[in-house]
């Protein structure tokens, strides 16, 4: 992975057919997607179960882009290994999923991956300064983690204007979850994010039998996207 600014669009298979996750992941890269977000939920530290490490693992073959893991669980530092192993690029984990988030960022790392931070609607901005160093990715939830489908919350605009002054010239992306629609990928992007996560905005209205419409959701993002980012 070559660091870059540039957008990057990451659906989520929260939104995809569960039963056809081989082909649903080749519809949207080859429509556009850049990465592929793959939400993983506990049932404790979310109220919502998702994912583990075997599905991530089966998966891995069919994505050709970036596998992007954001782990929604406590505690997590067990589990960091199994993803890893499953074939994920980026692992992130929220600050407040166990008791040392800077030894679980240097977990991550010691794996080769690439480690994020996810930040909850009610986390202050600051709680990411001092782990910055130890960050490739920093994710921003503009909803409460669990469910998608969820308006996006525009409080968290000013702390996304307020992570990309605190980040400087650091190679660490700013990725947002949650809400995200040709109407507010603006808002994020202008903010200073350069990762977009969306699972009903590209997913709505297609299937593997029509990915037309995926690449066309995709693309009604992307070009929101364009005469925003800073």
């Not at 039963?19 to 949207?28: L, S």
């Not at 994020?116 to 986390?123: E, F, I, M, Q, V």
């Not at 202050?124 to 669990?146: F, H, K, Q, R």
């Not at 040709?182 to 699972?199: I, K, R, S």
Request: aromatic share 6%; net charge negative.
């Amino acid at each position: 992975m070559t660091f870059n600014r540039s957008i990057k669009i990451a659906p989520s298979i929260l939104s995809a057919d569960f039963a056809d996750f081989g082909r649903e992941i080749a519809a949207i890269e080859a429509e556009g997607a850049d990465w592929v977000h793959v939400d993983v939920m506990d049932g404790h530290f979310v109220p919502n179960l998702t994912f583990g490490p075997p599905l991530c693992k089966a998966i891995r073959k069919h994505i050709k882009t970036v596998m992007d893991v954001h782990l929604m669980i406590a505690p997590v530092d067990p589990y960091i290994e199994a993803f890893a192993d499953a074939g994920a690029d980026i692992i992130t984990a929220h600050h407040e999923a166990g008791p040392h988030i800077h030894r679980t960022l240097q977990a991550i790392r010691a794996t080769g991956k690439k480690a994020g931070l996810a930040l909850n609607p009610g986390t202050p901005v600051e709680a990411a300064a001092p782990l910055l160093d130890l960050c490739d990715l920093i994710c921003v939830m503009t909803v409460n983690p669990g469910f998608g489908g969820q308006k996006f919350i525009h409080s968290q605009v000013d702390k996304i204007r307020s992570l990309r002054k605190m980040i400087g010239d650091r190679p660490i992306h700013i990725e947002i979850d949650g809400g995200i629609t040709p109407e507010t990928a603006p808002l994020v992007t202008a903010a200073g994010a350069d990762v977009l996560v969306a699972g009903s905005a590209v997913f709505a209205g297609g299937s593997v039998a029509k990915p037309e419409v995926y690449g066309k959701n995709i693309r009604a993002i992307r070009t929101a996207t364009a005469s925003a980012q800073t």
